[in-house]
């Protein structure tokens, strides 16, 4: 099971889901922070990109598993 997060590429902040009511996601900027914020559905990450980041704001969807690995992304 793959472990997301959502960053955005301009702000470096972390889109995460809320865990508490009222439900809504929030940007934080502390990867400490995310918490539970994990996903571990790529559809639901990709929901949230469409939902909640800004129209000029270009965001990434990062698999915790592959970094530091072989399959870690390009720089």
């Known amino acids: 099971m793959p472990r997301l997060l959502v960053q955005s590429i301009a702000?470096?902040?972390?889109?995460?889901p809320a865990l508490e009511f009222?439900?809504?996601p929030?940007?934080?900027?502390s990867l400490r922070e995310t918490g539970g914020g994990v996903l571990s559905d790529y559809e639901v990450a990709?929901?949230?990109?469409?939902?909640y980041s800004e129209i000029d704001?270009?965001?990434?969807?990062v698999?915790?598993?592959?970094?530091?690995?072989?399959?870690?992304?390009p720089i």
């Open 26 to 29: 929030e940007w934080v900027i």
């Open 63 to 73: 698999d915790l598993d592959k970094i530091g690995t072989v399959n870690d992304y």
């Open 46 to 51: 990709c929901a949230l990109v469409e939902e």
């Open 57 to 61: 704001d270009i965001c990434i969807i």
């Open 22 to 24: 009222p439900y809504s």
């Open 11 to 16: 702000t470096g902040r972390f889109l995460v």
